[in-house]
């Protein structure tokens, strides 16, 4: 190879064009990203707390109909309920002939300052037929 030749190959490697990377790339995606996996996230989360609170207004409305079921005072059925109940849930008793009915509301409020856009209102409702009259029909 002569001289002149190798010097022709060093200035064209020094004045051709440099190809950039995509690190610029990776960066730009990455931002556009990242918020949006952080608000799915969020709203998972929110998602397994509100069926959280769903469970528990179960829970707290088959506790209160048991309670009632066995004859105990009204009180006593609504602090069963209560007890059982996330925290703030309206609770009510009734009573229907031989069937006692009880009904359990909760708010679950949204995630954040999203809290009164995603609002969503809970309950749950059970049923149980009282022992006496049970007691009373064997006899």
């Known amino acids: 190879m002569r001289r002149s030749d190798r ?7 020094r004045c051709a064009p ?9 960066t730009a995606e990455t931002a556009v990203l990242l918020p949006a996996l952080v608000l799915l996230m969020a709203m998972l989360l929110w998602g397994v707390l509100a069926a959280a609170a769903q469970i528990r207004c179960v829970d ?7 309670a009632a079921a066995r004859s105990e005072s009204r009180s ?53 037929l009282a022992e006496d009259s049970v007691a009373g029909e064997a006899r």
Request: aromatic share 2%.
């Open 18 to 26: 440099r190809r950039r990377g995509d690190g610029g790339y990776v």
């Open 76 to 128: 006593a059925v609504l602090a069963t309920a209560r007890e059982a109940a996330p925290a703030g849930a309206r609770v009510r008793a009734e009573v229907r002939g031989d069937m006692v009915l009880v009904r359990v509301r909760a708010h679950a409020p949204g995630p954040g300052r999203l809290a009164a856009l995603l609002s969503v209102e809970l309950g749950a409702t059970a049923t149980a």
């Open 60 to 66: 707290a409305a088959r506790a209160g109909a048991r």
């Open 7 to 13: 010097g022709l190959r060093w200035l064209r490697r």
